[in-house]
């Protein structure tokens, strides 16, 4: 009992639970299954990007390019899908790979020249995103084969609402829950997931221990490209048109939900559960303005807001729980 | 039980002619250096003269220069390596610990195990056995599921060492494992110490606080400017004869006497309280005195010292500075009231590693040092710098290169030097000598008596008894966030205060199983 109130992904949930109150008893339609699986679908493309980045995080390193890397991954799946054909499988193939070398050359550049993170991925950023908008133009790409539009309909539970229209549990939710349990295992069962937490709480003592840094910076970032590439496909199913801008621009709602969910900006801690919740938080926050009606610009306030008050109070549990280590003997 | 295991046909580990160099300075010269199995030996020697060198090429963390010979059990080694001392047992516990802070408990002890074996799944059941295991052979508990950051350092101690147990260990070497340690703790780690060696477990120390070091040691290396004095078995050392080796003068130590009782308070606290840190704490400190408050980790004396700082306000009493009453909220307040502080963990805050030790010196000086153009005057940064190197003896190759490079105790004095600089009326000094080594020691004590004849009000906060009692007008024993006792240096004995603070503190986090 004592324990959860001490986890920041308490405090989180409940704030959630809140916000959902206060929708709900403005707008009913908001507490509805077929609300909730709409959630589920379109935000599985924040909620992958967000464990690729809580890898990151946890690792001591960010990332910030994966929005550039996911559109570049997007753009090289539709060209290859439409020119050659194909199915899910090479499409998802395709943007996985381009996702990966990606990220292999960040990895490259921080841990090789040294530069910090933040800075490389800034400057790899706008070099992928700049390149790509040479090439391509700035075009958008329409006319993806009719598989690639059914998949995106594609449902593992069909309900049917008293309109008559059909909603349900989306295959592109699988996906989401798929990498989720993935990652779960990697970050508790495999001594290369308790690596990233040992090189993020100290790097040094990790290589003492025995852990190879480059490796494990190299997946990481690997990592984040790999899910950046899934994330590009899913963006791609979702709105079945691939455009420029469509992604870039939402590093910054990645991060939130990441550092909403508990994860230190100095790396070490976080946790899946608690990212989540943080895309959650986001997601209905979202959902919840739209359906109260309240106009999108107070969305971005909003945001901001909780994420100062969440960050200071983890900040400030965070001393308290100091100030009660110090004084243990004192009376 | 002394002596246990101690083999004297063939040592443990064995090296002759062990040299290094570093641009400008000899870190080694030409030393000789024998452990045997199961030995406790301890290695001391002034601040920079060599001794984390020397561990370092140990443990295979830095090649001597040319010529050294390494050998181990007999084995001879040309190219000798990290993976070599750890395949022949050697694990070397750093000062910094090398930990993971945002870990638990028992992961800590495990995950190096779990690295050398391969694995790529990490069993969790596994990792709380090895942590177990670990414990038991030294006799201690700890509490597996916690955060190693929410653990007191001498428990992270404990887990360091039970680290290093996972593996088969033969030489376990400790950089200053002490210096962060209350007596009490020290005790402790002592203990597990000489449970090591029943096993045959050999420990090399080095350490500044002489006392423990001729308590526990069986032999004695001393080293001096990177060469060697000697090797000599602790029975034939004392307190004095190892400061003669150590410095090559006599350092005497002299009681402080106050000239004269100034009445002018500086400083004055009437009824301060703070839940769970300090409890009705009065005092008064006058103008050119110092006082000294000791007592156990956690009893207070720190969260005493942030008080008076301004950096962690009283819930009821008052702060009085020169008569006035005044809220003492913030560090920035105390600073303009003239306060300084030099914290205990310095370490950790205190300097900015890769920048130049002149430039960590001024840091906190800065406006100061503006000329009539509000630009950093040059000559007048480079004289103050110089001026600091020089009054607390900082072996510095010059002032240009970076923290990092010194040695631990030299890094010690430039933070206390940024801390001095500013110039202030009220100091406060958390452990201001921890790691230091006696000819250092005496140097700041000189500097702190010295602050105090030109007028400035000093509390001195410290573990070492000695140290108060030797320095300080008045001297204060703290336990559980109250004073409980004062004494008047010229009266009181060494052993009178000691038995104050242990009487009172029934401190036993630490179980030996015997
Ligand atoms: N990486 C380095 N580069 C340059 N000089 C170094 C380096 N490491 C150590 N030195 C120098 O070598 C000398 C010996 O340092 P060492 O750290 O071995 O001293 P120490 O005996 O451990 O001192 P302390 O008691 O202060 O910890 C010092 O003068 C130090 O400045
Ligand atoms: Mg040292």
Known sequence: MKKWLRRHETYVFLVIVLFSIIITSQNASFLTLENLFD?????SFLGILAIGVLFV?????????????????????????????????????????????????????????????????????NIFYGVLTVLSGGKWIYGFPTWFREFADRRVLTLTNEAGVQYGLSTITLIWLAILIMAWVILRYTT?????????????????????????????????GFLAGIAGVIQALLVQTVAPNSIVGKELDVLAAVVLGGASLFGGTGTLLGTMLGVALIAVMSNGLTMMRVPSFWYNVFIGLIIIISVSASAYRRRQRERRMIAVEAE | MSGVGTNMTQPFLSMQNVSKRYVGVQALDAVDFEINKGEIHCLVGENGSGKSTLIKIISGAVRPDEGAQIEIKGERFLDYGAIDAIHRGIEVIY?????????????????????????RFVNWRDVQHIAEEAMDRIGVELSLDELLADILIADQQLVAICRALTRDVRLMIMDEP???????????????????????????????????????AERVTVLRDGEKVGTFSSQE????????????????????????????????????????NFQDISFQLHRGEILGITGLLGSGRTELALALFGANPPEAGEILVRGRPTHLNSIQEAIGLGIGYVPENRLEQGLIMKQSIGKNIV????????????????????????????????????????????????????VLAKWLATDPDILILDGPTIGIDVAAKRAIHDIIRELAKQGIAIILISDEVPEVLQNCNRVIVMHKGRFIAEYDP??????????AIYLAGNYSRYRPRS
């Open chain 1, 39 to 43: 959630l589920l679908k379109s935000y």
């Open chain 1, 57 to 125: 995080l946890i690792s001591g390193g960010i990332d910030i390019s994966f929005t550039a890397v996911a559109t570049v991954a997007m753009y090289v799946m539709a060209i290859a899908t439409i020119q050659y054909g194909g199915n899910m499988l090479t499409a998802f193939l395709i943007a996985c790979s381009v996702g990966v070398a990606l990220g292999l050359i960040n990895a490259v550049i921080i841990y090789v020249f040294n530069i910090h993170s933040i800075i490389t991925t800034i400057a790899t950023l």
């Open chain 1, 192 to 224: 290369l997931g308790r690596g990233l937490y040992a090189m993020g709480g100290n790097p040094d003592s990790a290589a003492r221990v025995g852990f190879n840094i480059f490796r494990l910076q190299m997946f990481v970032y690997a990592f984040m």
């Open chain 2, 95 to 119: 000062q910094d610990l090398s930990l993971f802070p945002n870990l638990p408990v028992a992961e800590n002890i495990a995950l190096s195990q779990i690295v050398a074996r391969g694995n």
């Open chain 2, 178 to 216: 002490t210096a962060s340690l209350t007596r009490k703790e020290v005790d402790s780690l002592l203990a597990v110490v000489h449970d090591m060696q029943s096993k045959g477990i050999a420990t090399l120390f080095v350490s500044h606080k002489l006392d423990e070091v001729l308590q526990i």
């Open chain 2, 237 to 276: 050392l004392d307190d004095e004869k190892l400061t003669m080796l150590m410095t090559g003068k006599r350092v005497e130590y002299t009681q402080y006497v106050a000239e004269g009782q100034n009445d002018d308070v500086l400083l004055e606290a009437r009824n301060l309280s703070k839940r769970g």
């Open chain 2, 363 to 414: 840091i906190t000086i800065l406006k100061k040092l503006l000329n009539e153009f509000g630009l950093i005057d040059l000559n007048a940064t480079q004289a103050t710098i110089h001026n600091w190197i020089e009054e607390l003896s900082i072996m510095v190759p010059s002032a240009g290169s970076p923290a990092q490079n010194l040695s631990g105790g030299n890094q010690q004095r430039v």
């Open chain 2, 490 to 499: 010229q009266q009181a004995t060494v052993d009178e205060v000691q038995d």
